[in-house]
């Protein structure tokens, strides 16, 4: 019989299984249906005798899952047992030394690669099987798909897993947390130095090996923690735990709901999806959702966008800076806003920005995120300039965010050197960064371009941490630019116009750099982020590349869905990628709609028309624009007012698929019980012209100056704090941080 697990295993698809503890083979049919790749009997902690394995063996062939079993102890007759009535693999806890791995080798293996002896039992149909009639088939069979699994749960074991690991005969490891927390001194502490850098020296020998590793565990974010850092299957929980949760989740549910009626009158499969996301994703009690407590904050009468689930008309409950509750009942709170007929958003995320290239970081970064609260911005995402992304610079950074920001900050690290890559490891592991960023087109006199050995370089550090990371990349190719750049000032000289600027970025450029950065990706298995998409052919390579490569992500921003070339006549509208034409932008909005675009950014650099420099030569202006305020009112204008696309579409690349490509979900990117009290409450008939003074940017221009824009923002709530009413600031300023994987607990 075919090991499923094996085969998985080697495809490199990742598994799951769990721990049997029910006892019938009813059970192991249910796991089976339930779509588990494997379960493993215990016979160290629990009462099962061979008869009874045998029968539950027999059960998990009927639907197609791998039994393993996991040995009382290491010895001849409990392997034999086990492997002569089926058992896929074995589990074998408490290993110590070498010794007792290589003797279980023996028990398991036929010759010549061990000493187990033979018997055709039912794994061979007592010998009726076609492969029985060859032994030497058989017995190759047999060495092949049966796995052995020592369990790393000691410390002599840790201390010796690589030369345990390397033995042939062992297929991988799997790790008991709990015992080993406890042999490292700190029982069920799974977050301490020591067990964090012990479960990365067993991943590192397995990977060095070859070898598949897995581990045990009860929690669903700490399960994907594991698989996206190196783990190639999980045992979740165990079937008795799972039976238990699921009855007090329902209870929990039917009692909470006829109680207190929540969410009455609400479309019913509305409801059901908000039921469902709530209790897979929120990181509260399902008692919060009508938390009668007095909240900080009532939202009435609003039409609350959450993503992915749909819109509900209710009231939204606000305290001690998180959302607590949402209930159609009006509750108790010390500050009440009626908001009837406004949406209600998550507060939107800018995965892309920058500041402190036209002036000081610190001036910028407090102007700007403010005229970003005012927009209905609640976290951006930072390019620290080249010549500043460096360790000794993280700690002021942290602080100056801390005294001056208005929105969270999620740093992004900009890698632009070989200095700079020596630097990741300590980036990540010591201040928790997991995002960088590199330019294969660079800005001449900022920025230098990035070749690909560069890149792999960075691609090949980042893996070498064994930290989940994600790469942003500027994708265009340099030399097609520059060659297209020195064609087009032959062509136009002085006389060039913005569109004519188009010519020296031609769309092939950028669609040839997501095609090779995207082969890199693939080949190293490191995440990308394709930073602002500009053109129809790179929205179509995106298209056929995420069709195939599970490591590629992207973006557009919104001037490239909301401006043209054609409506600029002046360097205002100098940018790099460039303003394109109408078709680009209408294949844009395809890749957003259908979500082969996963985020929608901004690339906000504010600059003043003097830094900007001359705004009549499209070869002297500098590239850049304020965008952070308009952001949002234009995503909605053009794509609710102008194209009638629904909101809740909208929303999504604007909060939660940002926030989850980020790691900030669901404490960010929705406003379901327990998130943050990060939200925009936005006016979609309130209809405006655009004047600076209502931007509060220190930017003197704009995209969108004198023009009419719909769909304002009206109010901008941050972590529970009323940054911004009615369009001005409040003067009040939250409290606000730079956002890394170390600060996401608190």
């Known amino acids: 019989m075919v090991n499923l697990v094996k085969e998985k295993l080697e495809n490199g698809q990742k598994v799951i299984g769990t721990m049997f503890q029910l006892g019938c083979p009813t059970a192991v049919e249910c796991l089976g249906i339930s779509g588990l790749d494997f379960f493993i009997i215990d016979t160290e902690h629990a009462p099962v005798d061979v008869e009874s394995i045998r029968l539950f063996i027999l059960a ?75 032994i030497n088939r058989y017995l190759e069979r047999s060495n092949r798909e049966v796995l052995v699994i020592p369990q790393c749960e000691t410390r002599a074991c840790l201390d010796d897993i690589e030369q345990i690991v390397s033995i042939k005969g062992v297929d991988g490891i799997f ?93 019913n499969d509305i409801y059901g999806r908000y039921l469902s996301a709530r209790n897979g994703n929120a990181p509260v009690n399902v008692a919060n959702v009508l938390d009668t407590h007095r909240a900080d904050i009532a939202l009435i009468g609003s039409t609350l966008v959450l993503p992915d689930i749909g819109s509900l008309k209710t009231n939204l409950y606000i305290k001690d800076g998180r959302v607590s509750g949402i209930s159609q009942e009006i509750l108790p709170a010390t500050e009440t806003f009626d908001v009837s007929g406004k949406y209600v958003l998550p507060g939107i995320i800018d995965p892309h920005t920058h500041f402190g290239i036209g002036t000081d970081f610190d001036l910028d970064l407090q102007s700007e995120t403010l005229s970003a609260a005012v927009g209905g911005l609640t976290t951006v995402g930072c390019f620290i300039g080249s010549k500043d992304a460096r360790v000794n610079s993280y700690a002021s950074l942290v602080e100056i965010i801390r005294q001056r920001s208005y929105t969270d900050v999620v740093p992004h690290f900009v ?40 890149v792999i370089d960075v691609m090949e550090e980042l893996a070498r941490t064994g930290i989940p990371c994600l790469l942003f990349v500027h994708c265009e190719n340099d030399a097609l630019v520059r060659r297209a750049t020195r064609m087009a000032n032959l062509k136009y000289g002085d006389q060039a116009t913005i569109s004519d600027w188009e010519d020296t970025h031609p769309p092939m450029a950028e669609a040839e750099a997501i095609m090779r950065v995207a082969f890199f990706a693939n080949q190293y298995k490191q995440p990308i982020y394709v930073v602002h998409v500009s053109s129809a052919e790179g929205a179509e390579m995106i298209k056929k590349i995420k069709a195939e490569n599970p490591y590629v992500y992207a973006e557009t921003t919104s001037p490239y869905l909301t401006v043209t070339a054609d409506q600029f006549n002046s360097t205002i509208g100098l940018m790099e990628p460039p303003l394109r034409q109408q078709a680009d932008q209408d294949r844009l909005w395809q890749a957003i ?10 690339d906000n650099v504010t600059l003043t028309l003097a830094e900007k420099g001359d705004t009549s030569n499209v070869w002297k202006a500098f590239p850049g624009y304020p965008a952070l305020a308009t952001h949002l009112m234009s995503i909605l204008n053009e794509g609710v007012v102008n194209r009638g696309i629904p909101i809740e579409e909208l929303v999504v690349p604007m ?19 327990g998130s943050d009290a990060d939200l925009v409450v936005v006016d979609m008939n309130l209809c405006k012209t655009v004047n600076l003074q209502d931007l509060y940017s220190r930017a003197d221009f704009s995209l969108f100056q004198g023009r009419e824009l719909c769909c304002w923002p009206v109010m901008t709530i941050k972590n529970g704090i009323m940054v911004a009413q009615n369009g001005k600031p409040t003067g009040k300023r939250p409290s606000c941080k730079a956002i890394v994987s170390n600060s996401l607990s608190g």
Not at 101 to 129: C, F, H, I, M, N
Not at 593 to 602: L, P
Not at 659 to 669: F, H, I, Q, T, V
């Open 175 to 267: 790790v008991g947390p709990y015992d080993l927390s406890l042999a490292l001194g700190k029982p069920g502490d799974f977050d301490t130095p020591e067990f964090t850098a012990a479960i990365r020296k067993i991943v590192r020998a397995c990977r060095k090996a070859n070898k598949f590793v897995m581990i045990f565990t009860t929690n669903l974010e700490r399960s994907r923690q594991y698989l996206d850092s190196g783990f190639d299957g999980i045992v979740f929980n165990s079937d008795a735990d799972m039976f238990i949760d699921a009855y007090k989740k329902t209870l929990t549910e039917l009692r909470t709901k006829t109680q207190a009626g929540v969410i009455q009158g609400v479309r």
């Open 655 to 673: 909060t939660k698929r940002p926030a989850e490509l980020l790691g900030l979900y669901p404490r960010k990117g929705t406003l379901l019980p």
């Open 593 to 602: 709609v259908q979500r082969e675009i996963d985020a929608i950014g901004t």
């Open 60 to 134: 998990s062939e009927i639907r197609k899952i791998t039994p393993f079993v996991r040995l009382k102890r290491i010895s001849r007759d409990t392997v034999l047992n086990a492997l002569d009535i089926g058992a896929g693999g074995l589990v074998a806890p408490g290993v110590e030394t070498v010794q007792q791995v290589q003797e279980l080798v023996g028990y398991a293996k036929y010759p010549p690669e061990g000493s187990r002896g033979l018997s055709l039992t039912r794994t061979s149909a007592y010998g009726y099987d076609g492969s029985a009639t060859d």
């Open 415 to 454: 890698i632009g050197t070989s200095e700079q890559i020596k630097e990741i490891p300590v980036l990540i592991k010591e201040f928790g960064i997991r995002t960088f960023k590199v330019y294969l087109h660079g800005i001449d006199g900022l920025i230098p371009a990035m070749d690909d050995a560069f």
